[in-house]
Nanobody, 123 residues
Framework: QVQLVESGGGLVQAGGSLRLSCAASGRAFRTYNMGWFRQAPGKEREFVAA???????YYADSMKGRFTISRDNSKNTMFLQMNTLKPEYAAIYYC?????????????????WGQGTQVTVAS
């Protein structure tokens, strides 16, 4: 089992950047496949990016070239670097973990979730 805690959210001006972190406790972080999702008010939770235990990365089409997902297994931490932020990117950002690898865009296939961190983008 793994526990996840996000940090790094906040208020940023449009065009600015933020780096989110997801700290994991528990055993064998390096064996987990990880993902970032976001949920805006009144909308469904949507996939942002994923990183496999192998280091392979995957992005939602709209995030490619703007967001970068990474992990540091020595620190049990995953990151999401977000650049050139737009107001429509404002949401609660969640990190998630799963053991088995499958459809990395499906939220219900992730067994473990953090509490989320709020990102607000001012226009």
């Amino acid at each position: 089992q793994v526990q996840l805690v996000e940090s790094g959210g906040g208020l940023v001006q449009a065009g600015g950047s933020l780096r989110l972190s997801c700290a994991a406790s528990g055993r064998a972080f390096r064996t987990y496949n990880m993902g970032w999702f976001r949920q805006a008010p009144g909308k469904e939770r949507e996939f942002v990016a994923a990183i496999a235990w192998s280091g392979n990365t995957y992005y939602a089409d709209s995030m490619k070239g703007r967001f970068t997902i990474s992990r540091d297994n020595s620190k049990n931490t995953m990151f999401l670097q977000m650049n050139t932020l737009k107001p429509e990117y404002a949401a609660i950002y969640y990190c998630a973990a799963r053991k088995a690898w499958g459809d990395y865009e499906r939220a219900n296939e992730y067994a473990y979730w953090g509490q989320g961190t709020q990102v607000t983008v001012a226009s």
